[in-house]
């Protein structure tokens, strides 16, 4: 490993428990990191404001990774940008350590040849920080489920008229007895051989 992107070399920082060094450094992501709705985008610059600490069990890293995200909101559909500012706070185990010995990896990340590798701990971080379901905006109205408008754009008087569908039988058979009684009733003929044949019938009566 190199000092490099997420690879930190700490061998200027000794074991020394106390001993402290402050790094910054940006960091040009190869692919995104985050979610499927929600992510760092690749190619995206990320900043790492770090502090390192060596304590007696390994290197405790604190800090703020802070980077741009682009989403697409879970509601509406847009797409949106934002930052997100990830606090972190990370001990790596020295090799041959209690820590390293009674521990998991995958549960505190450990030193290697004097070297950490902050990118999977971002990755997490990140995974955990973003949410399953973005939106772009916190009171985002999302679509009209009749017809898809975007909610924002149509406004609060937006709406249709749905019949509930158990009545909807009814609905047609009125509207059907209405329409035959119209047929049957001459005076309802708005055809002037209509309104003639009722008159005619009238006459002979």
């Known amino acids: 490993m190199t000092d490099a992107g997420f690879v930190l070399d700490v061998r200027s920082l000794g074991r020394a428990p106390g001993s402290i060094k402050e790094l910054r450094r940006t960091v040009t992501t190869a692919?995104?990191?985050?979610?499927?709705?929600?992510?760092?985008?690749?190619?995206?610059?990320?900043?790492?404001?770090?502090?390192?600490?060596?304590?007696?069990?390994?290197?405790?890293?604190?800090?703020?990774?802070?980077?741009?995200?682009?989403?697409?909101?879970?509601?509406?559909?847009?797409?949106?940008?934002?930052?997100?500012?990830?606090?972190?706070?990370?001990?790596?185990?020295?090799?041959?350590?209690?820590?390293?010995?009674?521990?998991?990896?995958?549960?505190?990340?450990?030193?290697?040849?004097?070297?950490?590798?902050?990118?999977?701990?971002?990755?997490?971080?990140?995974?955990?920080?973003?949410?399953?379901?973005?939106?772009?905006?916190?009171?985002?109205?999302?679509?009209?489920?009749e017809c898809g408008v975007k909610m924002a754009i149509a406004g609060s008087g937006h709406g249709h008229e749905i019949l509930d569908p158990r009545w909807a039988g009814l609905a047609n058979f009125a509207a059907e007895s209405t329409d035959a009684d119209t047929a049957s009733d001459p005076s309802t003929d708005s055809t002037l051989a209509g309104h003639n044949g009722a008159a005619s019938k009238t006459e002979e009566s």
């Open 31 to 145: 692919e995104k990191i985050g979610l499927d709705l929600v992510a760092i985008p690749a190619g995206a610059d990320v900043e790492l404001d770090l502090t390192l600490q060596s304590v007696s069990e390994g290197v405790l890293v604190t800090g703020t990774v802070t980077a741009p995200i682009e989403g697409e909101c879970s509601r509406c559909l847009d797409s949106f940008t934002d930052e997100l500012a990830l606090q972190l706070t990370e001990l790596f185990a020295y090799p041959d350590s209690a820590t390293e010995q009674t521990t998991e990896e995958d549960e505190i990340p450990r030193l290697v040849d004097d070297f950490i590798d902050l990118e999977p701990v971002i990755v997490d971080g990140v995974g955990m920080e973003l949410p399953l379901q973005p939106l772009c905006e916190p009171d985002c109205p999302g679509l009209c489920p």
